[in-house]
């Protein structure tokens, strides 16, 4: 049997038909990795981009706004947030009052509750013979007490407040770095609801 001789053409088909064959075989292993790569790369996405859900908070908005009542708002809204919601303050409203002692810029706690006094309610108190008998409150007592600046002995003017609780609300503000409304005060140890009634309008934040 003779040997077919192998002419130029035959060995420029060959090494063609193997080039081809040698992409194909690149062209499938390059496919497999990058679906590779995108199942990885999605999958980290599904991981480091989850759903965020905002967290809702309830405040008590009462007095002299123009509807009072307790409003929905978004966890990081700020108190002007919500006198916005309830339709900003009545025409009854200290407004002097609200600028000394409504810091409108502040977060929102949920669950709070913010009062917005009548005009001459707040004085009414420091005016009244009867209520300063009744409350044990000195007649040179005319200005709002700072519970986040206050001196243990200027606590000690508030009804009800003796030297020792002054100095528990002293320690509680330097552990929580100060007081973001005047109902937080409740959370000093002796201090009630009856006591928060009597104090609440002789205090601001």
Known sequence: MTKKKLTWVDAVLGLGLAMIIGGLALAVRDGMWKREDIKLIREGAIHESPVQIDSKVYIDMSGAVVNPGVYELKEGDRVIDVLKECGGLSVEA??????????????????????????????AIHESPL???ILGISDNINELVNINRATVAELDKLPGVGPAIAQRIIDYRQEKGGFVSVEEIKLVSGIGDKMFENIKDLIEI
Do not use: F
């Open 94 to 123: 200290d407004r002097q009052w609200v600028e000394q002692n409504i810091n409108r810029a502040r977060p929102i706690k949920d669950g709070e509750k913010i009062y917005i006094p009548k005009v001459g309610e707040v004085g």
């Open 131 to 133: 209520q300063t008998e």
